[in-house]
């Protein structure tokens, strides 16, 4: 442990004399941390009555945070309240717990394993078009049109295509448990999971059923002498190279809930905001379309073709820069420790602002113009570890980065030379930070 108690606190941003500034914070996040990412030096304070909480907005001061010292930074509140749902899985575990799982489960997320779920993202793409050509010149939510392609595609590569029974069923409850764990982060006044309340019920109930169904799958996929090859059967067969452990059902369970979660909404969100920067630049749909058109040739894609879907990877890129779906990262000190000079007192709460440092204009020229060529091979190299990090950083760094990627060159290339989708006039788009970053009132697009 550090000694710190020299050190001077970070310096505290001004706020309202009784609730201090964090009410600001937790009314408009996006507008209060860009009012101070231009005139707060690295890391600062924002006073509030009820949590202390500092935010580290310098890229080497993050790179301390998560990467360097990155034991004495665990994930602060919000996946507490996660854990009610997801359990002990990846997202939501720690220390040598975490350690051991992270450990188990990397293998199967490597390159040889992901090649091998390209034809199953490329069926879910193309079902799913078949039923997007039914709304052609219909106005549609796109994030939720997004939700149902990336929901079905991780469905597929955990169980195979033999869940299509239950997979409307978790993406429901799931939606449901979700959306009550976000009511319950940003609204501090709810009242706590054992007081039998409609919210909280309707919250247990759909945790149990959600329980039952994965338990269930996993429970059929022990007695079944077929081999199958995805996400589940890789988990259930890994053992730990020190004990030769395996994952128990519950263990299992927890897994594939966090892969499910934390697999599909962030995916569909860089998707959605994708297509919505898309529509306000033609000339990069265009681009987009030539380079499918030259790659597959009206074929479906295959594992050789990712790779050279280039400037599609670029796009996507500078998509999550500008619309990052985890737009903020936070975490909660263990122990005292010194953050650029400054004292960090063990148990205060540390946002690192992702969507603001993506933006920020010291950073990137022309910071809010959509330009793919700024992710072009060698044209980052200059740029900080941090100054760009979509998918975290240091040892919890996402583990379904290369997936995701791999997902959305194979979608956006499917879909760009069969789809335009446009956005509906008067229908307002405004940022909504809770767990990720979404539309507040979706996306609503015609289907061209
Ligand atoms: C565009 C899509 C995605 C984005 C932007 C994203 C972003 C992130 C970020 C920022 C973290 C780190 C959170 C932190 O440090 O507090 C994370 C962790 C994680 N992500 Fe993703 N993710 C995406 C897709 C996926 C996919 C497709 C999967 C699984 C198939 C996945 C599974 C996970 C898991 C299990 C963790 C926890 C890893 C650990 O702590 O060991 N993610 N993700």
Known sequence: MKTTTRLKLPPAVKGNWF???????????????????????????????????M???????????????????????????????????????????WRKQRRMAQPAFHKERLNSMVNAMVNCTNEFMEKLEAKRGQVVDLSKEMSHVTLHIVATSLFSSNVEDVVDTVAQEMDIAQGLAIERISNPFKLPVWIPTPGNLKEKKSIALL??????????????????????QMLMEVKD?????QMSDRQLRDE?????????????????WLWYILDNNPAEIDKLRAEAETVLQGNNPQVEDVMKLEYTRMAIDEGMRLFPPAWAIGRRAVEDDEIGGYRIPKGYNIIVPVYHIHHDPKIWDDAERFIPERFRKGNLKDKHRFAYFPFGGGPRLCIG???????????VAMMVTRFRFKHVEGHKVVLDPLITLRSKFGMQVKVE
């Open 211 to 232: 329980d039952k169904v994965m338990m269930d799958i996993i429970e059929k996929r022990r007695n079944d002498p077929n081999k199958y090859d995805d996400l589940l």
């Open 19 to 53: 609730f201090g500034a964090g009410i600001d914070f937790a009314l408009d996040p996006i507008s209060f941390l860009n009012k101070h990412r231009d005139t707060q030096g690295g890391i600062y304070m924002v006073p509030s009555r009820a949590k202390n909480i």
């Open 55 to 97: 935010v580290v907005q310098d890229p080497e001061l993050v790179k301390y945070m998560l990467q360097d010292n990155n034991k004495n930074f665990i994930k602060s509140f919000g996946y507490d309240v996660l854990a009610m749902l997801l359990g002990k899985g990846l997202l939501t575990s720690e220390g040598d717990f």
């Open 256 to 272: 594939c809930m966090t892969i499910f979660l934390a697999g599909h909404e962030t995916t569909a969100l860089a998707l959605t």
């Open 241 to 245: 190279e020190d004990t030769g452990e």
């Open 401 to 411: 980065n290369n997936f995701a990627l791999m997902e959305m060159q194979i979608v």
